[in-house]
């Protein structure tokens, strides 16, 4: 297994979670991490990503109730994820590549993707 995410759940809404997404060390060497999600029915969406400069970005529907964040001695960065919202439910995915700044955002510009964990919101 090369990445390996896990931290879902079920949550009340305004509750919170966080989501850990271990990499092995050979994938770590890559530039950026991120998080993608995907509701039933949609297409996957971005959710936040770090570069392990430290600069991170955020999607606008989770821009303050999100932090991403690594650990380079773990190969391991984690999403909290505050204030959840029944729209929040969904398949969360960790991704590692080499994006460039346009890319960061798009699921095309990661080349390998964890196995997903669930996240259901309850109202």
């Known amino acids: 297994v090369q990445l390996q995410a896990s931290g879902g759940g079920l949550v009340q809404a305004g509750g919170s979670l966080r989501l850990s997404c271990a990499a092995s060390a050979r994938l770590i060497s890559r530039s950026a991490m991120a998080w993608f999600r995907q509701a039933p029915g949609k297409e996957r969406e971005f959710v936040a990503a770090?570069?392990?400069?430290?600069?991170?970005y955020y999607a606008d529907s989770n821009k303050g109730r999100s932090t991403i964040s690594g650990d380079n001695a773990k190969n391991t960065v984690y999403l909290q994820m505050d204030s959840l919202k029944p729209e929040d439910t969904a398949v969360y995915y960790c991704?590692?590549?080499?994006?460039?700044?346009?890319?960061?955002?798009?699921?095309?510009?990661?080349?390998?993707w964890g196995q997903g964990t669930e996240v259901t919101v309850s109202s």
């Open positions: 991704a590692i590549g080499d994006p460039i700044i346009s890319t960061i955002r798009r699921s095309n510009g990661y080349v390998y």
């Open positions: 770090l570069r392990w400069s430290s600069s991170t």
